[in-house]
């Protein structure tokens, strides 16, 4: 049996399985079978992680995160947790594969998911004009005419990378001020490439099996016009990823886990959450950083304790499989 089980390997999940493993918790990482390393992946350069004053790109950030955890002996499993039971001293986790799990204690890290827009033909044009990554689809878009969704940070710096291969960006917000940084929004204003379309929002996407353009609502005075486009990139923010837990661990009214006050602690003994999946406000590589710590630091402390939470399911979990004993 296992001490700890991470599911999720955004900076978080990574972060929690370097503190686990230096405390000798031999951490098991479900990394995920398709998006290892989280949201950074699908960002450039990353300029506010402190110890990088040159900036580092996202998904070399990552690998170090998991080098480093590697390192103090972190296993990663590229998988995804498909079934979990939470009940009792032992922990059961099911990937995707059919292996079965068994751990003492499990850290949430999943983060969160992409933010739909939810009109018609969303999903049957994705990937054929609409992307939710300006990192891995941009490429595709040289010279051509396209459009980003939102205000926040996300929209700001996908239109600026884009501009990088597309001739005009638009910047479609729903209202007529972004909430992205100062610095951000700057660097978006001062790019001759980018058009911002304010008050507006998709009402429609157009196109035969390849996005040609869309109808935008001014929703100021309600009027509808055709836009043109080859692509339209949707940077309207994330929901945590939480379809694991649904009717297993509490949640907030926003839709994260709940975890009580500044711990990690879930509301079942031994499930501890960190990151995005917990956090409707910060939302930084960093913080989820931070949150990770604390959530090794928790399951490290539950699992010196374990004893007098769970002690008759301890001693036969324990005595079934001696060699098992931590
Ligand atoms: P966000 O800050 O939640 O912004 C989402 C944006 O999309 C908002 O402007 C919102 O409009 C708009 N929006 C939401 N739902 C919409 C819908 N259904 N239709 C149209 N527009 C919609 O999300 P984010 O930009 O992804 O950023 C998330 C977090 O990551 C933030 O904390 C951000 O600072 C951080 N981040 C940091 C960096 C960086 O520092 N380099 C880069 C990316 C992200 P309203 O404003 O009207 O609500």
């Known amino acids: 049996m296992l001490d700890v089980i991470i599911i999720g390997s955004g900076p978080a999940g990574f972060t929690a399985a370097i503190y686990a493993a230096r405390a000798n918790l031999r951490p098991l990482i479900i990394a995920s079978s398709v998006e290892v390393g ?3 992946m699908n960002t450039t350069e990353v300029e506010n992680f402190p110890g990088f004053p040159e900036a580092i790109m996202g ?13 103090f002996g972190a ?18 986790v099911t990937l995707g594969s059919g292996r079965v799990e068994e751990t003492r204690s499990l850290i949430f890290a999943t983060g969160s998911a992409y933010r739909k827009l939810n009109i018609p033909r969303e999903d049957e044009l994705s990937g054929h004009g ?21 205000g926040g940070d996300s929209a700001m ?25 100062k610095i951000m929004q700057r660097r978006a204003f001062d790019n001759a490439k980018i058009e911002v379309i304010w008050n507006s929002e998709v009402a429609e996407l157009k196109g035969q099996g390849q996005l040609s353009g869309v109808v935008l609502r001014d929703l100021v005075t309600r009027d509808t016009r055709e836009l043109a486009l080859d692509g339209l990139f949707i940077a309207i923010g994330n929901d945590p990823r939480t379809h694991l837990i649904h009717g297993k661990l509490d949640l907030t009214s926003q ?3 709940a975890v009580d006050g500044r711990s990690s602690r879930t509301s ?4 501890f959450a960190a990151g995005d999946v917990i956090d ?3 939302r930084q590589a960093v913080t989820a950083a931070a949150s990770g710590t604390v959530a090794a630091l928790d399951a490290e402390h539950y699992l010196a304790t374990l004893d007098d939470v769970f002690p008759t399911l301890v001693d036969a979990a324990t005595t079934a499989s001696p060699e098992e004993k931590p």
């Open 75 to 92: 296993e990663v499993v590229y998988d995804d947790a498909a079934e979990l039971d939470l009940h009792g001293a032992v922990k059961r």
């Open 268 to 271: 079942v003994p031994g499930i």
């Open 130 to 150: 609409l992307s939710w990554c300006a990192t891995c689809d941009g490429f595709f878009f040289r010279e051509k005419e396209i459009a980003v969704v939102g």
């Open 157 to 181: 710096e996908e239109a600026t990378f884009l501009t990088k291969f597309a001739s005009k960006v638009y910047l479609i917000h729903r209202r007529d001020e972004f909430r992205a940084s």
């Open 280 to 282: 409707p406000t910060y």
């Open 255 to 257: 839709g994260t886990i």
């Open 59 to 71: 998904p070399d950030l990552m690998a170090k995160m998991q080098q480093q955890a590697e390192r």
């Open 38 to 40: 989280g949201e950074l």
